[in-house]
């Protein structure tokens, strides 16, 4: 009864409109006090995340077993809010709880560290919450887009070209791979799949794994995939290559794409793109360089060679949220091909946004190259971050990397235990420690055996210490082995030498 005396008086005094029993007049949310939470939040972010990101002394992670979590964080959504300082609380758990990959000692993924330019570029697109689309609605972000895609390409070597930032360098190279079948048969965008001749592609057999993903969702088929034999340090072999697209050609398949790799995930390895190249204007194929992990590189003059003839491909795809920080995530295909080729393959012209009777320029209404709809403006983090660090601040940080990798190399042949996998070319460090029980072993099928338990034993023991986070795997028949990537710029020497003297520490009983 209040409650409908209350809703009475409302109307009367504010001479509101009421619709379905809905009061319209005048906003429901209290700006007041969602200012103020924002700005509380704010407080914490800086004190618990930036202020801390490079202080050695705070742990990587806070591990904590998943049933644990869940309790621990309240995760059930309620028919009621909570208050404010239940979730300012809740913030700090969320963050407390989280891996601080910004932390100096994190070297898990082939992403690290902390830009303060690109992150403040993601609190701006947050606070804006734009989609790139549509120059009406993006005129900034778009242009933004433009610039850096157009400066990437001058890095590749490209007199001109076109491009686009994707939500991860796995869809860039889905994006490559629907643009090569397209451009070897127009027809099937509208047609489909039926009536097509088996198409074959072929990769590295140390290429990301998104090659095969991609090839099941096209419908291309894993099968369809040939995989390319490597050398001792996982480059594409180029001459295997050759008998490979000989060997389609005389099961009568069509092949029509190359992908190559700079920068394999697991060894960091560079295929010969130069030899790759030939073979491809050879046999009319389209070549793609997954270059998502060592595009960075072309920003340095002194390893930019690793990437040499990566200016004949058809395609690149390159992330700048890996070595250079940009931010997770920051990822784009750039494509040779100036004469619409991406947006004839993706467009759907779809009238209620590509409006061809605008009042400005519609050419920068660039959402319809993109198989997305609402997309970030994920270019904007890597142009704040350029302008601030210019291009040859950039470089230093691709230079710095490699010449510490260079370093931890050198000191990891200098210590008892440690085995390298092979002298990297990028800043991919490979090794095994082997533990004092194991170093009279004699070398045989139990050796190896014992050596494959190490490293995850060691990895649950850094973890759950949060010392560290370091990375390892099994990889083409070798046993269990660590695989430290430099990226960040807050990672010093003392890092490289804390890295070996915790592992040694952290596996002196085994």
């Known amino acids: 009864m209040e409650v409908g005396v209350c809703k009475q008086e409302m109307l009367q005094k504010k001479n509101a409109v009421l619709v379905d029993g809905v009061i319209l007049n005048g906003p429901i949310m209290d700006s007041k006090a969602g200012e103020k939470f924002v700005e509380e939040a704010c407080k914490i972010i800086m004190e618990e995340v930036v202020q801390k990101a490079d202080d050695v002394t ?48 994190f070297f898990n993924q082939l992403y690290a560290g902390i830009d303060y330019y690109s992150l403040v570029a993601r609190f701006i697109t947050e606070a804006l919450n734009p989609s790139v689309y549509t120059y009406e609605v993006s005129p900034v972000f778009l242009l933004v887009e ?53 198409l074959v592609m072929f990769t ?18 894993t099968e369809n995939v040939y995989f390319i034999r490597t050398d ?3 480059k594409m072999i180029p001459e295997e290559l050759e008998k490979q697209v000989q ?40 070549l793609h360089v997954d270059a998502s992990w060592g595009g960075s590189a072309l920003i340095s003059r002194k390893h930019c060679r690793l990437l040499r003839g990566i200016h004949r491909a058809d395609s690149v795809a390159w992330n700048p949220h890996k070595m250079l920080l940009a931010g997770i995530q920051c990822c784009a295909l750039l494509v040779k091909d100036n004469s619409g080729l991406l947006k004839k ?13 605008k009042f400005y320029d519609v050419s920068y209404d660039t959402g319809d190259k993109s198989i997305q709809c609402s997309r970030r403006p994920d270019a904007f983090k890597f142009w704040l971050m350029w302008k601030a660090l210019g291009t040859t601040g950039l470089e230093e940080r691709v230079n710095r990397a490699l010449a510490l990798a260079r370093y931890l190399v050198e000191e990891i042949k200098k210590r008892e235990g440690f085995q390298l996998l092979l002298e990297p070319e990028f800043a991919n460090v490979c090794f095994w420690y082997i533990p004092p029980s ?17 490293a995850p034993i060691i990895k649950e023991r850094m973890m759950k210490k949060g010392s560290m986070m370091l990375g390892y795997q099994p990889h083409q028949g070798k046993v269990n082995f660590f695989r430290q990537v430099v990226i960040s710029p ?3 020497r003392e890092d490289m030498d804390f890295l070996l003297d915790e592992i040694e520490l952290l596996a002196k009983d085994l």
């Open 204 to 221: 590295s057999e140390e290429c990301h794994y998104s090659m095969k993903k991609a090839a099941s969702f096209l419908g291309i088929g």
């Open 232 to 234: 001792e340090r996982g």
């Open 345 to 357: 393959c993706y467009s759907a012209e779809a009238a209620y946004l590509f409006q061809q009777d």
């Open 438 to 454: 194991l170093r009279e072993m004699e070398d045989g099928p139990e050796f190896w055996q014992k050596l494959h338990q190490v």
């Open 247 to 286: 060997r389609a050609r005389k099961e009568g398949s069509a092949p029509f794409l190359v992908c190559a790799t700079a920068g394999t995930t697991v060894l960091g390895a560079f295929d010969p793109l130069d030899k790759i190249a030939d073979i491809c204007e050879k046999h009319g194929l389209w």
């Open 58 to 105: 705070e742990k990587v992670c806070e591990w904590q077993a998943p049933e644990t979590l869940k309790q621990i964080l309240d995760l059930e959504m309620r028919d009621t809010g909570e208050c404010h300082q239940k979730l300012l609380q809740l913030c700090q758990d969320v963050i407390r709880y989280s891996v601080k990959t910004s932390h100096p000692r």
């Open 490 to 492: 807050q990672v010093s």
């Open 146 to 198: 433009e610039a850096v895609i157009k400066k990437m390409i001058e890095f590749i070597g490209w007199e001109e070209g076109d491009g686009i930032f994707n939500p991860g360098g796995s869809v860039s190279n889905m994006y490559a791979m629907n643009l090569a079948r397209y451009k070897f048969c127009p027809e099937i965008k509208e047609k489909g799949l039926s009536g097509l001749p088996r």
